[in-house]
Nanobody, 126 residues
Framework: QVQLVESGGGLVQPGGSLRLSCTAS????????IGWFRQAPGKEREGVSC????????FYEDSAKGRFTISRDNAKNIVYLQMNSLKPDDTAVYYC???????????????????WGQGTQVTVSS
């Protein structure tokens, strides 16, 4: 069983930055693809970014390109999401999720991720 814990959310002004962390336990971290998803009130959960277990290949949805950076520290079992130039539209609960697979590519589909964290609130407002 994979356990995931997110941290790092909070209130930030437009244009500001936050770094989210996702700490995993209960499974070999090197065999996990990790995805970040978010859900705003009244909206569907959507993908933000993901990183593969092999070679740490990253993928970004259009909303995150050029502003967010995903990375992983396999020694610490942590995946980070550095978010810069934040906008009010980025306001949401951010979730990390794990897909137990050894792959050079990570899936964009939330249906492929079986294990989820509890989420961390990100609010971008002046």
């Amino acid at each position: 069983q994979v356990q995931l814990v997110e941290s790092g959310g909070g209130l930030v002004q437009p244009g500001g930055s936050l770094r989210l962390s996702c700490t995993a336990s209960g499974f070999d971290f090197n065999l996990l693809n990790i995805g970040w998803f978010r859900q705003a009130p009244g909206k569907e959960r959507e993908g933000v970014s993901c990183i593969s277990s092999e070679e740490s290949n990253a993928f970004y949805e259009d909303s995150a390109k050029g502003r967010f950076t995903i990375s992983r520290d396999n020694a610490k079992n942590i995946v980070y999401l550095q978010m810069n130039s934040l906008k009010p539209d980025d306001t949401a609960v951010y979730y990390c999720a794990a897909h137990r697979v050894s792959s050079q590519y990570c899936s964009r589909s939330k249906d492929d991720y079986r294990f989820w964290g509890q989420g961390t609130q990100v609010t971008v407002s002046s």
